[in-house]
C-alpha cells in the first residue's frame, strides 16, 4: 500500500505518519508532499492508494486539490487531516469526493477506525 501524506507543516507530516505506523501501516510506503499542488503532482506520479491532505495549506489548498484530482478522473481514497473540522468543511469535502475528515488532534486508534473502512 502507498500513501502520500500532504501537508505544508513537515513536523505535522511526520505526526501523521508516526500514527498511521501505530495504527497498523508500518509496511505502508509513504510519500509526501508540501502543498495541494505538489500532491497533484505527486498524486500522477506515485498512483498512491490513499491520500491523507491538510485542508490549509499554500500554493493550493485541500479542498482545491481534491476537486482538481476528482476533475481528472483520480478515483483514489482521499480524506482530510485537518486542525478545522466544521459542519460546512465536512460537507465540502464529501461533496467533492472526500471519504471522511479528520480533526486535529487525533490518534493511531482514530486513523484505525476511520481508515479501516476506507483502505
Known amino acids: 500500500m502507498k500513501i502520500l501524506v500532504v501537508d ?7 505526526i501523521v505518519i508516526r500514527n498511521l505506523r501505530q495504527a497498523g501501516y508500518g509496511d505502508a510506503t509513504i510519500v509526501e508532499a508540501e502543498n495541494g499542488a505538489q500532491g497533484l503532482a505527486t498524486a500522477k506520479a506515485e498512483s498512491p ?3 491523507l491532505s491538510d485542508w490549509n495549506m499554500p500554493e493550493m489548498n485541500g479542498i482545491d486539490f481534491l476537486r482538481a484530482l476528482r476533475a481528472e478522473g483520480n478515483t483514489t481514497s482521499f480524506g482530510f487531516v485537518t486542525s ?3 459542519a460546512t468543511m465536512r460537507e465540502q469535502a464529501i461533496e467533492a469526493g472526500a471519504v471522511f475528515l479528520l480533526g486535529k488532534p ?14
Not at 507543516?9 to 511526520?14: C, G, N, Q, T
Open 8 to 14: 505544508d507543516s513537515k513536523a505535522m507530516r511526520m
Open 106 to 119: 487525533f490518534s493511531a486508534d482514530d486513523f484505525q477506525s476511520i481508515l479501516a473502512g476506507v483502505v
Open 49 to 51: 492508494d490513499l491520500i
Open 84 to 86: 478545522e473540522s466544521t
